[in-house]
RNA sequence: GGACGUUUAGCUCAGCUGGUAGAGCAUUCGCUUGACGUGCGAAGGGUCAGCGGUUCGAGUCCGUUAACGUCCACCA
């Protein structure tokens, strides 16, 4: 075996050979086995149109810890990797590519471009997938799904169809949110407000008795051409007399009904509503209850249709100014104002969306949104962090039935088919041929896609087998954990929920750990049109993978944003560095073969660091347990830099050139073992990479044990030992750094103290750690002028008599024991506090005393060298 | 209009079930210390946004105010 490492510690050589080691081997790859717990992660799939960015780079790396930390604990870890088809981005995509060609897809046809866009899903589909594998995720790459592959094609049509056939699934003439850009419908999810300056038009419509007019308001004026009422408050006393009147609509010329509605709000504008019912949600609404008639006068793209007379043609802008010249012109308009008014956007390309009556397939919501309740309200399904089932019953409380028709041939075509004869609605889990009600075969097959969240809603199934009943989906499904973004609670999570719960009959995850977004370093949000987002490509390509993860997990608290910022990168590059040289430092000092155990006998040094790796081991473990990721970083980063790198091997190194090497090599190893086992989930490649360089038992550490606390290793009383020769080692350097007295500088140490014991066997640490030539534990070779350090356990000097000042000394002293004094007073004053005593829980009472003491002989010895000195 | 989040060292952020504040970076000083200068040793720096309450004790719990941010709603 090659014992070299290079002297710092190169990513590049190291990731792609250990990641295809790893994938060729078959490590990643789950099987169904009744001895062991399945832990399953579904991961959200990213569009196949995407490229990695900082939000997949952090949704996989906290997926990816998860799962290579429950794999080494034991769990029959599955995590199933995919892609969505993302209809309308997709096809966005293809027809923009088109365009270049001077193609549309009317020229092509639906054949033709369901082809291209194949190949183009073939051409592009795998390059979010190749570059999952750079992060280092341990998928299991041979269960890949596609939204659109056969089975999960299978499971939405066979959920299609059994919606329809229970009912929850119909098609009808509902006033949707239609972009004229996309062409299509899209769900109210999909729909962004935005807050625009607008106009507030104050309109006069004439009553039809010729009595007067009536005033109203309204933001879109061009509408007007539709209007088929004017409604007020029921209640409202102005107009109470004119209901069931009637007025004459301006330009039009035609009588509308003057209605009663509760709907409108008497304080705002006149407390008189225009109702269009084909262009405004509301106004539809209206419109049912009133069996009001709906005239749509809009084109699907944007413009005057025939019904709007002679404003055929114009663009809704358009309209909307020839209108108002032509009702300024004829007197009709009171006065315009302006106001900001809430424009609702296309998430794609954000235009405008027109609310719009059309003919669409929609599943009823109101059924399915309550078990989906329940499951979260009874814990079967828990948010992390909790505050997130907010969102989630909001949404689900305020559903309105999901339009699920888009106008768009990338994605699941609709399996409904209608029959040209008859008039017959056919849907079917088989093609069908022929009508089922008049016999003839003039079958049509609905032009239109499902919403691309209709599959996904299905993901965490749908990619196990369902709705076959799969060895598979017994045993891995329900999943545990869900991983995702606070921003597609709605999107998706919630559509999942009621999915898995109405199709499976259970929920389709126990977990839902939710994470924030990652921002730039001035707190932006990353975006295409900022220029400001950060390619993790890139960042793996300068730092590699395991510091880009390393800063992902660090500090990141689930729900939380976080900032992008290049130190934090660099400082975990440097953390990897850290280890690589600390392994460094074990091969080199190795020698032959070495038993994988601890010694026999260990001494102090090797019992403080051997139960600090033992604590670390649980409270990591408890750490991943709550998903508190960021605080298991932390804890792994504070044991690996401070305890084992400064402390750890420091204290080896005299160890290393004496008799008790090998026992020294053996601790090494053994804790750098479990140092490389808890960090493995947040540092796979280096880790593995060490891991197979120094001796080791298995194939691989990806799937070792996790460690595990060991009750044998715990050594309370030898942590607190060391602890005293610690601070006594910070306090010695301390001072010679104050008295800027060089390394090179080595003195005598004259100690006395009541640990002698310990501190005899910690000289050699002294010596070495807090430059002493001897230290010498007899208070009768103590004198002249000596530097005096003081700790709780031990009173320290240093006979520097050229530096020492001792007027200065004295001061200082004397300073340092007023303030030890103050602390005193504080912990006294707590002890002597009655209530204090009697309602504090015990070991705090006990602490406090303890530390009144240690304060206390702290003073005693700052005394007894300030007498000695006076 | 409603809901939620944030406010802690110069900067970016941790701080779990209340026990008397931490890290990284930055700053200052000192180091050719036999793994590492991507390093080592040391130092300075915080009335934990304000106010009130609960408690023996509050950065942590409750109420309230402010600033910033996010989401939802959408009165035409």
Redesign the pocket.
Known sequence: MDRELA????PREVEDRIYSFWETNGYFHANVNPDKKPYTIVMPPPNITGQLHMGHALDNTLQDILIRWRRMQGYEALWVPGTDHASIATEAKIVEAMKKEGLTKDDLGRDRFLERAWKWKEQFGGRIVSQLRKMGSSCDWDRERFTMDEGCSKAVREVFVKLYEEGKIYRGERIINWCPHCLTSIS??E?????KDAF?YHLRYPLADGSGYLE?????PE?MLGDTAV?V?PEDERYKDLVGKKVILPLVNKEIPIIADE????????????I?PAH????FEVGLRHQLEVITITTDDGYMNDLAGKYEGLSILEARKAIMADLEEQGYVVKVEP?K??V?NCYRCHTTIEPRVSLQWFVKMEELAKPAIEAVKTGKTKFV?E??D??YY??LE?I?DWCISRQLWWGHRIPAWYCEDCGETIVSREDPTVCPKCGCTHLTQDNDTLDTWFSSALWPFSTLGWPENTEDLKYFYPTETMVTG??II?FWVVRMMFSGLAYTGDVPFHTVFIHGLV?D???R?MSKSLGNGIDPLEIIEEYGADALRFMLA??????????F?Q??V??S?????????????IL??LDGDIELSLPETLTLEDKWIVSKVNTLAK?VT??LE?F?L??AV?KL??FI??D????Y??LC?TR?QNDDAPNARRVLVFVMTNMLELLHPFMPFITEEIWQTIPHEGETLMRSDWPLFDEQLDFPNEEKEMERLMEA??AI??R???M?????KKTDLFIETAFEETFKKGKPFIE??AFATNILFDESENQGNMVSIVTPDATIKIPLEELVDTKAELARLTKERENVQKQLE?VLA?LN????V????QN?VD??KEQASRLQEKIDLLNQSIAAMS
């Open positions: 002297k710092s510690y190169d109210d999810a729909v962004e407000f935005e807050e507030f109203l308001a309204t933001t879109r509408t409604a408050h709907y409108v709000e008497m304080d705002f504008g006149t407390g008189v509503v225009k269009t405004d949600p509301n106004d106001m008014h809430n609702g962090p505050r997130f907010k969102i909001h949404w305020n309105r606070y921003d709605f921002r370093s001035k707190g949000k660090t500090g990141n608290s689930p729900g939380n944003d976080m900032r910022l130190e934090k660099e400082s590059r440097n953390f990897a560095n850290k280890i690589w040289n600390a392994a460094r430092f080199m000092n409270s408890e750490n709550k508190e960021g605080m932390q980063y504070d830099w401070d084992f790198c400064d402390w091997i420091e190194k290393l080692i910070r350097r301390n010679r750094a104050e800027n007295v060089p390394p090179s070495r750690l504080g707590r506090n009655e209530s204090f009697s309602k504090a829980p705090v602490g406090a």
